[in-house]
């Protein structure tokens, strides 16, 4: 049965990072913005289903619920606990097999998400969110925010800068990171 054994303040006041007992996912991190996009994994339709979720990001053993602004936590709280409890694991989608694509196979995008998994990803992840690399042009690195950094406005601005500086000075000085 899921559980929650912990729950986290993240920098965005309107997410919290749920911290479950069990893993739902090994490998992937899946962002749902709306209710629509979640209509084919039953877990974050489910989320989805309590009053006042705008946004649902899940990975490793942790949920980041966005709630909007009109409501507050403990109308969501008490009733995401209720669907964990009678959620069934199994019905949660399974993961894709990850497959090298040619633009992953390029060196440069290689050392930019080895640098990010190294030094950027585990700290998003502990404010309850994530980041993925949508694409490479030249040297301008395309990214897009999950979960409780996908609104913050820490992401928009300081985040953002702090991740093209580690990048220009570990990688390449020429690296220019825009959000999608």
Request: glycine share 8%.
């Amino acid at each position: 049965m899921l559980m929650v054994e912990d729950v986290d303040l993240t920098p965005n006041p309107h997410a919290l990072k749920f911290i479950l007992n069990e893993k739902l996912l090994n490998l992937e991190t899946r962002q749902y913005a709306d209710k629509t996009a979640a209509q084919n994994d039953p877990f974050a339709k489910g989320i989805f289903e309590i009053d006042g979720v705008v946004s649902v990001f899940y990975m490793d053993k942790f949920v980041t619920i966005e709630k909007s602004a009109e409501n507050n936590w403990g109308q969501i709280q008490r009733p995401f606990i209720n669907f964990l409890k009678n959620f069934d694991k199994n019905l949660i989608p399974p993961e894709k097999e990850i497959l090298v694509s040619d633009e992953e196979s390029n060196e440069l995008l290689k050392q930019i998400n080895v640098l990010l998994d190294q030094k950027v990803r585990p700290a998003l992840a502990g404010d309850g969110g994530g980041l993925e690399v949508l694409g490479l042009d030249g040297y301008t690195v395309k990214i897009r925010y999950q979960g409780a950094c996908g609104s913050c406005p820490s992401s928009i601005s300081g985040t953002l800068t702090a991740i093209e500086g580690l990048l220009k000075r570990d990688v390449n000085p020429a690296i220019n990171v825009v959000p999608a």
